[in-house]
């Protein structure tokens, strides 16, 4: 039987949060929350925006780069190599046109990949796709599979840093190191990972873009894309901008009439985070996944997946036969949160799709035995 490791609530986690107490929300990893502090602060912002919009967007370049450099500190990130972007689809379509790429050339993804990601790849170059057994036992061996499916026209990995379904680690520092030394572009997907990790750009990939709004408590729509110094100076917007004449960053941050709030408030995010104690914030975090795991794994059929420790979230593979389908798995969900008030990423599979609970400061051990009591009856 599996042990079901002990956890508490975080003082005062729940009244941060303006989320309904009649919903149990273990999905923070499709689409955040937002802190009431950085609500706040966004409506100030936006107050602001409506008294004076000239003022108000005449400043917006200025500030979105002061906001910017708040967010770099966080991130252990290059101010001058680091934009705002809207999320990190965007950021993948930016990274990806900068990429001088040629008849035949191929990109390499994962099938644990991001859909409008790997769709941004394939709209460039032939795509190579390499299938990763949920059940790959450690990082070596995510490791060891993608490198053998390098071919000698492989010009750019476009990798998952903490992948979305499986919520394991992919492009892990040695992964992205060997890739680099066999002269591969290295463009990696952390969109789960500002705010979860604690070196969010270990590894120093040619390209990595995160979103901010999830383990960041920032805004929706506040995304970050950092680039290496070779390649910034063919950062190009993918709408031309007034800051264009400025180059990468300012360029692509710049959309005349757009709501920059979220931006601006987005440090905010990061500085909550900071003074909850982001280690402890984390630990407690992973602890509540790893609860939830624990409790789901007594159910017959679930198999919990192998999974980087510290993570905030964590995954099973569901029985055979259960939502092996898009639409399968989408009912299922919609089921669960229908009948049950209960909010869960379920991820189509075949032979068996998947299930990822999330942890975060808002929930509460009981949720996930909630989860855990339901979810039996649904299966069957």
Known sequence: ????????????????????????????GSFGAVPLPVQHVQ?????????????????????????????????GADPDGLAFVSNATEAANIALDAVPLADGDEILVTDHGYGTVVAAAARRATVTTVALDPLLPDEDAVRETVLAALTPRTKVALLDHISSPTARIIAAPRLLAELADRGVTTVVDGAHVPGMLADPLAGRADFWFGNLHKWGYAPAGSAVLAVAPAHRARI???VPSWE????????VEYRATADYTGWLAAP????????????????????????????LAEIPGLRPLPHTEGLAMQALRLPPGVAETQEAARALRE???????IRVLIWPWPGGGGIRVCGQIYNRPEEYAQLAAVLPQLLA
Do not use: C, Q, W, Y
């Open 244 to 251: 264009d004449h400025h180059g990468f960053p300012r360029s």
């Open 268 to 295: 905010e995010g990061l500085d909550l985070l900071a003074r909850l104690d982001a280690a402890k914030v984390r630990a407690h975090n992973a602890a509540l996944a790893a609860h939830g795991s624990a409790l």
């Open 335 to 341: 089921e669960i949160a229908a009948r049950h008030r």
């Open 43 to 75: 409506a100030a912002l936006l107050e602001e925006a409506h008294t004076d919009p000239d003022a108000f967007f005449l400043a917006a370049p200025d500030r979105i780069a002061a906001a910017r450099a708040r967010i770099a500190a966080h991130l």
């Open 236 to 238: 190009r917007s993918l």
């Open 1 to 28: 039987m599996t042990t079901v490791p002990t956890v508490t609530e975080f003082p005062g986690g729940p009244s941060l949060f303006r989320l309904t107490p009649h919903v149990a929300h273990l999905n923070h």
